[in-house]
């Protein structure tokens, strides 16, 4: 389980390579990256984070989803500070024995993540800034599991 | 007790500071609030719908009528939007 909350940018596709590579007992590796996606007008956005927990939240999860599903490894990347259009936020990969359950945790991971991480998003545009309300079915999606 | 009283998101841009040391004999986090909110009305703005905050004691989340014990730390917050 390796989990990393930082301000630097990263290499999703090495870091893929890294977590699949040598290794023979997982069939299935499944990622999911998040954007800074722009509907217009976004400059950058900011993302504030409560260091003492972040990565804890984070591994609680990780964890819970190790107890959940048989997993062979799990990794989380979650960047904080001022990404611009397009930059990545974050990423999760999950190494099983088969796909079913390395989907369903990185599936798990991202619900859990959105809501259970503390992370909170500013978005800072042409002509003002918001901090980006969290949604009600985002809330609900936890409901799933 | 002493407290370390911490703000994120809008309720630290509301509040207009992210960390505070308090003194207080605030028995849950409920009772903190009010305290809080009795200061100044930038502090009853922060604090004027509880269905808005989520609130973390010692970095684990809880509920505001969670007892604060031997608690050192106490987060204020929206509803984290992560991922």
């Given at each position: 389980?390796?989990?990393r909350v ?5 290499d ?5 390579n890294?977590?699949a590579?040598?290794?023979d007992?997982?069939?299935a590796v ?6 800074v ?7 950058h956005m ?8 972040t990565?804890k939240a ?11 599903w048989t997993?062979?490894d799990?990794?989380v990347?979650?960047r904080?500070?001022?990404?611009r ?12 024995p088969?796909?079913a359950a ?10 859990y ?5 503390p992370?909170?998003k500013k978005?800072v545009r042409?002509?003002g800034a918001?901090w ?5 079915a985002?809330e609900?999606a936890?409901?799933?599991? | ?8 998101a809008w309720?630290r ?16 986090v409920?009772?903190l609030?009010e305290e809080l909110?009795a200061?100044?009305?930038?502090y009853?703005a922060?604090f004027?719908d ?5 609130v973390a ?5 809880t509920?505001?009528?969670a007892?604060l014990g ?5 987060a204020?917050f929206?509803?984290?939007?992560g991922g």
């Amino acid at each position: 389980m390796d989990v990393r909350v930082q301000s630097d940018a990263f290499d999703a596709g090495a870091e893929l390579n890294a977590f699949a590579g040598g290794r023979d007992d997982v069939g299935a590796v499944v990622s999911f990256s998040g954007l800074v996606r722009d509907d217009g007008g976004l400059r950058h956005m900011e993302i504030e984070h409560y260091p003492g927990m972040t990565a804890k939240a984070i591994e609680g999860i990780a964890r819970e989803a190790m107890e959940r599903w048989t997993l062979g490894d799990v990794l989380v990347i979650h960047r904080h500070g001022i990404l611009r259009p397009g930059a990545r936020i974050m990423m999760v990969a999950t190494a099983a024995p088969h796909r079913a359950a390395a989907f369903e945790a990185a599936d798990f991971l991202m619900d859990y993540l959105k809501s259970r991480a503390p992370f909170w998003k500013k978005e800072v545009r042409d002509d003002g800034a918001d901090w980006v309300a969290a949604k009600a079915a985002d809330e609900a999606a936890l409901g799933r599991w | 007790m002493t407290l370390d009283v911490l703000y994120f998101a809008w309720v630290r841009e509301r509040i207009g500071l992210p960390r505070e040391r308090i003194e207080t004999d605030a028995a849950t986090v409920a009772d903190l609030v009010e305290e809080l909110r009795a200061r100044e009305d930038r502090y009853a703005a922060a604090f004027a719908d509880l269905a808005a905050l989520r609130v973390a004691v010692d970095q684990d989340l809880t509920s505001f009528d969670a007892p604060l014990g031997a608690a050192r730390e106490v987060a204020f917050f929206p509803p984290m939007t992560g991922g």
